[in-house]
Each structure stands twice: as C-alpha cells, then as structure tokens.
C-alpha cells in the first residue's frame, strides 16, 4: 500500500524567497507531524496535527513556520523569507493516533537555501 | 526537559560481530521508548519499541530492554549483516496529555565491512 509521500523531493531556494512543503499522510492516519533534521543530527519535532486541528506548534523554530492541514489529510509547511540556517531535511510522519502508534516516515524534503 | 543520548559513530564492524549502540534517555515517569533505522536512501523505519519498564523490544535480530534504574535502551545484535549497514536513533515519547511526538537521539552510524 502507499506509504507517506512528500513533495518536492528536493528544493533550493534563494535566501529570502518562500517554499511549500507538501505531505501525502496514509490514507485514514489522524496524526500528522513536521520534523527538521539538520545534517549529521536527529529529527526534531516542529508541529502536530490531529486530523485539521494543529494541536502542537512548540518546535516550529519562528514565525516564518507555517503549518496547516485544512481537510485533515494533505498538509503543507510553509516557510516565508527562507534563511541559510533554514536548510535542513523536513520530514513528515503519520499515524493511526493512538497512543504508543508507529510513526510512519515519509522520504523527506531536502531544502537548500542558498 | 526530556531528551535522548546516543553513543557517537561511527561504529564499523565486520560481519557476524556482535553489536551494542548505547543510548540513554532523560525524562520524567514512564516514556515509551523506540528504536528508528534509517537505510541509505530510504525513510526513518521503526525497527522496535518498548513502552514499559522491563519490556524487550525485538525485531530482524535486533533486540532492546527498557531499564527504568539505568534510564537506558541500548540496541544489540549477535551478528551483524552488510545489510544492517544503516544509521540508528533513539527516541522516545513521554506521555501524559502528550501528543506522541517523537525527541531523538542524534543518531549513530553502523558500517558493516565484509
């Protein structure tokens, strides 16, 4: 079956532009999470979704994160006025959304700001 | 605040040697505590988890024991494979009221040599 999908694979922006995100979750996962991964380091939690409802948004790092999941399935993360410091992998997870429910990884998206 | 510690790779082995990646956790009560593996390539993977005090995780060889006294979950293999070639990281998700994300140790790198 399809597992979590994102788009685009890979981005490069310039410094200063904006960037969209895109997350497919599977298909009847109510929880959706964002994770930044910087080089050589861990996944770090940015926000959480239950179905539409953005319950978590302590990780996201400033205001120029913006997450949203407006039908409670495909979400997008929105980053206005990209900085060098914003490359990172963004990762996007889903899952049933019981407590202790694998986490399901999707490929991620590898951004570079140049 | 909770966080995880990974022992620092990378850790190169030759085939059919025995395997010990070492992680510790801080956190306060009973977290549930996980084991992701990411092959090059590919998306992070739950390779096991365990969610209280004394359970073993197990999977594909490998195993983990959550110890409440050490606040430890070290991953082990008897015999490793090429294939296990791979980066490891620990987590772990604390509840209550919690959401279920994930806080992950930094990772460690496994390279087996034939």
């Known amino acids: 079956g399809a597992g979590v999908s994102q788009s685009p694979r890979y981005k490069v922006a310039k410094r200063g532009q904006d960037v969209a995100l895109r997350c497919d979750p599977i298909s009847g996962h109510v929880s959706l999470f964002w994770y930044q991964q910087a080089l050589g380091q861990g996944p770090e939690f940015l926000t959480y979704?239950?179905?539409?409802?953005?319950?978590?948004k302590s990780g996201l790092p400033s205001d120029r994160f913006f997450a949203e999941r407006p039908e409670g399935s495909v979400s997008t993360l929105k980053i206005q006025r990209t900085q060098q410091e914003d490359s990172a992998v963004y990762l996007c997870?889903?899952?049933?959304?019981?407590?202790?429910?694998?986490?399901?990884f999707g490929p991620g998206t590898r951004l570079t700001v140049t | 605040g909770n966080s995880v510690t990974q022992m620092e790779g990378p850790v190169t082995l030759s085939e059919e040697a025995f395997l010990t990646i070492n992680c510790t956790y801080t956190?306060?009560?009973?977290?549930?505590l996980f084991w992701y593996v990411q092959y090059p390539g590919e998306g992070l993977q739950l390779l096991l988890k365990?969610?209280?005090?004394?359970d073993k995780g197990s999977n594909k060889g490998f195993e983990a024991t959550y110890r409440k006294e050490t606040t430890s979950f070290h991953l082990e293999k008897g015999s490793v494979q090429v294939s296990d070639s791979a980066v490891y990281f620990c987590a772990l998700s604390h509840p209550p009221g919690n959401t279920g994300k994930l806080i992950f140790g930094q990772g460690t790198t496994l390279q087996v040599k034939p």
């Open positions: 997870a889903s899952s049933l959304g019981l407590f202790g429910s694998e986490q399901y």
């Open positions: 956190a306060t009560g009973y977290p549930s």
């Open positions: 365990a969610t209280k005090a004394d």
């Open positions: 979704f239950q179905n539409e409802a953005q319950l978590d």
